[in-house]
């Protein structure tokens, strides 16, 4: 059976067919091509040896003059096998509304690492695309990282000498005040929500008291749920994506349910006894996933989101993302003492530092009652 993103399916005559990019014509539209065998190994040898003939063949001369813009698209079709679809879709979309309308008709011998930290820093001063000021610091990063591969690939190619000097990579933007329930705004919306309790409603309990994103409750099945163990085990999200085929253009995007990101977004979460009691009573083994949906069976995000939003407005609590859920899990736990590690793992960060720079920032009322447990502790 194929694996998702492969493009390889077996059709009705017994015969597998792979399916696989020739070229893009000018709009950023992919024209296809496809090879077939009676065994789907070698249709998988097969696609492996075109894609990596076309790559061969679309290389300019090495004398020749080429563009960035055309070394970019080389760069991201030499590493499409080695992406996630959302990763090579994700950086495509970047190539074609930030580098390509301002630097990509630059001829990529005379780029140098001054030129690039300069789009750099325009980008990070006043990057949107609407106008109303500069990009995050992590999409600068990301685009950084998008000219530095490409550059290299560039250089290791022969079309260009490696570039001398460092390209940027931007530090953080100054730290934003954490957007958080207060605890009368999280009572007033779980009392709603367990006055009126539903399948959907369940999800913002979820969040609230396991930290889940809101892609990991979408995705959630329930055969994720061990009832005896009293554990939620996060193995997918559920994301919507531009197709690789159609990133040039405004296609509409598509949603994927996917294996959790990294090694340590694929974790087991203790299901407090607050919520277990909720899930036991409403489990349900004629549905497969626990938010189902109406045109796939699990929910769309985007949909949950504005649920969401309808939530608030009638139980009377401000208007914030969804994400802030998550947020106030992470610093409820935090204020009641729980470790960074702990929190951490339960979270699914990678890497301990993500926990400690986004939710550790005590309040004044924390720091005044560390210091008294300090001064009790002296005997004063």
């Given at each position: 059976?194929?694996?998702?993103?492969?493009?390889?399916?077996k059709?009705?005559?017994?015969?597998?067919?792979g399916?696989?990019?020739?070229?893009?014509?000018?709009?950023?539209?992919?024209?296809?091509?496809?090879?077939?065998?009676?065994?789907?190994?070698?249709?998988?040898?097969?696609?492996?040896?075109?894609?990596?003939?076309?790559?061969?063949n679309?290389?300019?001369?090495?004398?020749?003059?080429?563009s960035l813009?055309?070394?970019?698209y080389?760069?991201?079709?030499?590493?499409?096998?080695?992406?996630?679809?959302?990763?090579?879709?994700?950086?495509?979309?970047?190539?074609d509304?930030?580098?390509?309308?301002?630097?990509?008709?630059?001829?990529?011998?005379?780029?140098?690492?001054?030129?690039?930290?300069?789009?750099?820093?325009k980008?990070?001063?006043?990057?949107?695309?609407?106008?109303k000021?500069g990009?995050?610091?992590?999409?600068?990063?990301?685009?950084?990282?998008?000219?530095?591969?490409?550059?290299?690939?560039?250089?290791?190619?022969?079309?260009?000498?490696?570039?001398?000097?460092e390209?940027?990579?931007?530090?953080?933007?100054?730290?934003?005040?954490?957007?958080v329930?207060?605890?009368?705004?999280?009572?007033?919306?779980?009392?709603?929500i367990n006055?009126?309790?539903?399948?959907k409603?369940?999800?913002v309990?979820?969040?609230?008291?396991?930290?889940?994103?809101?892609?990991?409750?979408?995705?959630?099945?329930?055969?994720?749920?061990?009832?005896?163990?009293?554990?939620?085990?996060?193995?997918?999200?559920?994301?919507?994506?531009?197709?690789?085929?159609?990133?040039f253009s405004?296609?509409?995007?598509?949603?994927?349910?996917?294996?959790a990101k990294?090694?340590?977004?694929?974790?087991?979460?203790?299901?407090?006894?607050?919520?277990?009691?909720?899930?036991?009573?409403?489990?349900?083994?004629?549905?497969?996933?626990?938010?189902?949906?109406?045109?796939?069976?699990?929910?769309?995000?985007?949909?949950?989101?504005?649920?969401?939003?309808?939530?608030?407005?009638?139980?009377?609590?401000?208007?914030?993302?969804?994400?802030?859920l998550?947020?106030?899990?992470?610093?409820?736990?935090?204020?009641?003492?729980?470790?960074?590690?702990?929190?951490?793992?339960?979270?699914?960060?990678s890497?301990?530092?993500?926990?400690?720079?986004?939710?550790?920032?005590?309040?004044?009322?924390?720091?005044?009652?560390?210091?008294?447990?300090?001064?009790?502790?002296?005997?004063?």
């Amino acid at each position: 059976m194929s694996r998702r993103g492969e493009n390889i399916h077996k059709r009705k005559d017994g015969r597998w067919e792979g399916r696989y990019i020739k070229e893009y014509d000018l709009t950023g539209k992919a024209k296809y091509g496809s090879v077939y065998s009676k065994s789907y190994l070698d249709v998988k040898r097969k696609l492996i040896e075109k894609k990596q003939a076309i790559i061969t063949n679309a290389l300019p001369e090495k004398d020749s003059d080429i563009s960035l813009r055309e070394v970019l698209y080389l760069w991201l079709d030499n590493n499409r096998l080695n992406l996630r679809e959302q990763t090579c879709s994700k950086y495509k979309r970047l190539i074609d509304t930030h580098i390509i309308p301002d630097i990509g008709s630059v001829k990529i011998k005379s780029i140098t690492a001054v030129y690039i930290n300069k789009f750099l820093y325009k980008k990070t001063e006043n990057g949107r695309l609407d106008g109303k000021g500069g990009l995050s610091s992590s999409y600068v990063k990301t685009i950084s990282f998008i000219l530095n591969s490409s550059l290299k690939f560039a250089a290791q190619e022969g079309f260009c000498n490696l570039i001398i000097g460092e390209i940027s990579k931007p530090t953080k933007n100054k730290a934003t005040k954490l957007d958080v329930l207060s605890v009368s705004e999280q009572l007033i919306l779980e009392k709603y929500i367990n006055k009126n309790l539903n399948d959907k409603k369940l999800g913002v309990l979820l969040s609230l008291y396991t930290g889940l994103r809101i892609g990991e409750v979408c995705a959630l099945k329930w055969e994720d749920i061990d009832f005896e163990e009293k554990t939620i085990h996060v193995r997918h999200t559920v994301s919507r994506i531009t197709p690789i085929d159609n990133a040039f253009s405004s296609s509409k995007t598509k949603l994927q349910i996917s294996e959790a990101k990294t090694f340590s977004s694929n974790r087991i979460i203790p299901i407090p006894e607050i919520l277990y009691g909720i899930l036991l009573n409403r489990r349900n083994s004629a549905s497969e996933f626990l938010l189902q949906g109406n045109i796939y069976p699990y929910t769309d995000p985007r949909t949950y989101q504005y649920a969401f939003h309808k939530y608030l407005k009638e139980c009377g609590v401000r208007d914030i993302n969804y994400h802030t859920l998550r947020h106030t899990f992470a610093t409820r736990c935090i204020e009641s003492g729980m470790d960074v590690k702990t929190l951490s793992e339960i979270l699914g960060h990678s890497n301990v530092n993500i926990t400690l720079n986004i939710y550790v920032h005590s309040s004044v009322e924390l720091k005044r009652k560390q210091l008294e447990t300090m001064t009790s502790f002296c005997g004063h």
